[in-house]
C-alpha cells in the first residue's frame, strides 16, 4: 500500500468513472459440505460448466439467473439472481471488536456455513469467528515464522488465505505471508500450504506445512523495500490458486534485478499476479497450467498471468460470474480499479509506464500500446491507498446484488459501483462515506459463504454490511 499502513488525509469527492487436483483424505469436517467437485477446466466468459474434473461435480458452474459467467467453486450458498427491490440505507453492524490482533482479511472454507468466518491477523494467526463469537484458541498459529511490519511504510506480515475448492475432500488450504528467516529482512513472499487437523475442524496441523513457491524480495537496508508486497491468493473458477504480487517497494519501480522494473519485466514474478495449481505434482512443488502469459508471450515466466501492477493489495473474483476485480495501489498521483472479465487475463496494466491511466514514465508521450487502462481512477485529493473490495451476492438486501464494494485505507472513504459485463463499462461510484463512517483503516472487503459483505478494520475489528434499523 502507498506510505505504508499509515493514517493519512481525510476523503473527498467520489472518484470518477472512468489441472484437476487428486483429493486426498477427507479432513474438511463441518466447515464446508461434500462435493465441492473437482477443478474443472474453465468455462468460456459467457458462461458454462467447463469440464468436470476429478471431484464430483466439476469445479465451474454457469453463472445461472442471466448474471452470465462461470459461478466460482465453493460459492454454492451465494445468490446470483438479478438484484430486485428498493436499496435501503446501508450500515456496518460490528461483529468482532475486541480480540483481535491488526486483522488483515476474512474468508470462509467452499460452500461452507454462513455462521463461519476465518480472520487473518497481520502477526502470523487464523482465528475463527463462529456464530459471531470469537474463538479462543486459533486455528493455525505460524507467528514464529512471520515477520510482521509496523505502521509505518513496512508492510509485511501474513497476508493471504485461501481454501482450496476441494477442502471438504482434501482438507488443503494455503496462505501468503513475508518470511521471517529471510537473511536480508526483506520479508521474501513465501506461499505454503497446510492441512486442517484429522482430529478437529477448528485445528490445522501445523506439522503439514509445505513450501509451495518463494518468491524473493528486494534486497535493501532501506524501509521503503518492505512494502508493496500485495498480499492476495484467491482460487479461481478454473479452479488455480492466483496470486497477487507488488513491484517489492520503493518509488517508482526501482528494483533492476531483472534489468528494468519489476512491472514490465517478464522474468520478475513482483509486480504480476501469478497463476499456478498448488497442488503438488509428481515432480515440482506446484505447476504452472495452460493459458498463462507464456502461450502468448515467449520469455515469460510461466506463472505470471497478468502483469503491470504497482501493489494490488486486495483482489477479488466475483462468486457469480468469475470476473476478476484489482485495486491497484498507485503512486503519487492515481489510485486504480481494474476489472478483468472470466476467461480473460494476460494483460498488461501498465505500472511503471502508467500510472493509472496517465503517463508515469516517461511523464508525457508514452507508448500505450498493449496497455489495459483501469476502469475506474481516482486522485490523491481523495485518497491515497486503494484497498480492493469485492461483489455483494446475498440474500438480506437484493437490491445490492451485483454490486461491487471498495474503499480507501488512508482517507477512510468506502464506494460501492456495478459492472456491466456486456459493454465493459462501470456505474458511476457511489460515495458511502456519510453511511458507513464507523470503519476506518479498511484493509479488506470480503463475502461470507452466503455471499454477504464483510469489512475488515486493521484498528477496529470485523463488520458487515446491513440494512439501516
Not at 11 to 29: C, E, Q, V, Y
Not at 111 to 126: C, T
Not at 399 to 425: C, E, H, M, P, Q
Request: hydrophobic share 30%; proline share 5%; aromatic share 8%.
Amino acid at each position: 500500500m502507498s506510505g505504508g499502513l499509515a493514517g493519512g488525509t481525510s476523503g473527498g469527492s467520489a472518484p470518477t468513472a472512468g489441472g484437476n487436483n487428486t483429493a486426498g483424505s477427507a479432513n474438511g469436517g463441518n466447515d464446508s459440505s461434500a462435493g465441492a467437485g473437482g477443478a474443472g477446466t474453465a468455462g468460456s466468459a459467457t458462461g458454462g460448466n467447463g469440464t468436470a474434473g476429478s471431484g464430483t461435480a466439476g469445479g465451474a458452474t454457469t453463472g445461472g439467473s442471466g448474471v452470465g459467467g462461470t459461478r466460482l467453486p465453493g460459492a454454492n450458498g451465494y445468490n446470483c439472481t438479478p438484484p430486485s427491490g428498493t436499496l435501503p440505507v446501508l450500515t456496518a453492524k460490528s461483529i468482532v471488536s475486541t480480540g483481535l490482533s491488526q486483522p488483515i482479511l476474512v474468508t470462509h472454507t467452499p460452500n461452507g456455513s454462513p455462521d463461519r468466518l476465518f480472520v487473518v491477523e497481520r502477526s502470523g494467526k487464523i482465528r475463527i469467528v463462529d456464530k459471531g463469537a470469537l474463538v479462543t484458541k486459533p486455528f493455525l498459529d505460524i507467528t514464529s515464522k512471520v515477520v510482521a511490519g509496523t505502521m509505518n511504510g513496512d508492510e509485511r506480515g501474513f497476508l493471504g488465505l485461501a481454501f482450496h475448492p476441494n477442502y471438504a475432500q482434501n482438507g488443503l488450504f494455503y496462505v501468503n505471508y513475508s518470511d521471517r528467516a529471510d537473511a536480508n529482512d526483506t520479508g521474501d513472499t513465501i506461499i505454503e500450504e497446510y492441512k486442517v487437523s484429522s482430529s478437529s475442524p477448528d485445528e490445522a496441523d501445523p506439522a503439514s506445512a509445505r513450501l509451495v513457491l518463494k518468491v524473493e524480495q528486494p534486497t535493501n537496508s532501506n524501509a521503503a523495500f518492505r512494502n508493496h508486497k500485495g498480499g492476495s491468493i484467491n482460487f479461481g473458477p478454473d479452479g488455480f490458486l492466483y496470486i497477487g504480487l507488488g513491484d517489492g517497494g520503493g518509488s517508482g519501480d526501482t528494483d533492476t534485478t531483472h534489468g528494468t522494473g519489476n512491472g514490465q519485466s517478464l522474468s520478475a514474478l513482483l509486480g504480476k499476479i501469478l497463476r499456478i495449481d498448488p497442488v503438488k505434482g509428481p515432480s515440482a512443488a506446484y505447476t504452472s497450467p495452460p493459458g498463462n502469459l507464456k502461450d502468448k508471450m515467449s520469455g515469460a515466466a510461466p506463472e505470471i498471468w497478468d502483469y503491470g501492477l504497482r501493489n494490488p493489495f486486495r483482489t477479488n473474483f466475483d462468486g457469480c460470474t468469475g470476473d476478476l476485480y484489482i485495486g491497484d495501489v498507485g503512486q503519487d498521483k492515481y489510485e486504480e480499479l481494474d476489472i478483468e472479465k472470466v476467461g480473460e487475463g494476460n494483460k498488461n496494466y501498465g505500472w511503471n509506464e502508467m500510472e493509472g491511466k496517465h503517463c508515469y514514465q516517461p511523464m508525457t508521450s508514452c507508448d500505450q500500446t498493449g496497455i489495459t487502462l483501469p476502469l475506474v481512477e481516482y486522485d490523491h485529493t481523495t485518497g491515497k491507498s486503494i484497498s480492493g473490495g469485492a461483489v455483494y451476492r446475498g440474500s438480506a438486501i437484493p437490491a445490492l446484488r451485483g454490486t461491487y464494494f471498495y474503499a480507501d485505507y488512508t482517507s477512510n472513504a468506502i464506494w460501492s459501483l456495478v459492472y456491466d459485463r456486456d459493454k465493459g463499462t462501470v456505474s458511476a461510484p457511489v460515495s458511502l462515506k456519510q453511511d458507513i463512517n464507523n470503519v476506518t483503516s479498511i484493509v479488506a472487503i470480503q463475502t461470507g459463504a452466503d455471499g454477504e459483505i464483510y469489512f475488515v478494520s486493521l484498528t477496529g475489528g470485523l463488520f458487515r454490511i446491513e440494512a439501516a434499523p
